[in-house]
């Protein structure tokens, strides 16, 4: 099994920056990719940010590209989201998804809230 943990949720104000991260534990080796999604009080879950997990194969949703950068540690087993240039509309909770051979695990989530 893997598991995943987010953390690095917060409240902001417009324009400013966070960054959260996804730390895999368990059958590590079994990681494809990681992607991010979000998820706001009455919407459906939207795709955020993908990496491969050697570090390539990044997409962004046209939502946040050019403000949000998906990266690897690769001295840790860990995925970040910086998030830059931050907008109310960007509040909701954040998860982290890992897929591999034929399975996908999701995180417990992270609150990014956008207030002034």
């Known amino acids: 099994q893997v598991q995943l943990v987010e953390s690095g949720g917060g409240v902001v104000q417009p324009g400013g920056s966070l960054r959260l991260s996804c730390t895999a534990s368990?059958?590590?080796?079994?990681?494809?990719?990681v992607r991010w999604y979000r998820q706001s009080t009455g919407n459906e879950r939207e795709f955020v940010a993908s990496i491969g997990w050697s570090g390539g194969s990044i997409g962004y949703a046209d939502s946040v590209k050019g403000r949000f950068t998906i990266s690897r540690d690769n001295s840790k087993s860990t995925v970040y989201l910086q998030m830059n240039s931050l907008k109310p509309e960007d509040t909701a909770e954040y998860y982290c998804?890992?897929?591999?051979?034929?399975?996908?695990?999701w995180g417990q989530g992270t609150q990014v809230t956008v207030s002034s």
């Open positions: 998804k890992a897929g591999g051979a034929g399975t996908a695990y």
């Open positions: 368990g059958r590590t080796f079994a990681i494809y990719w």
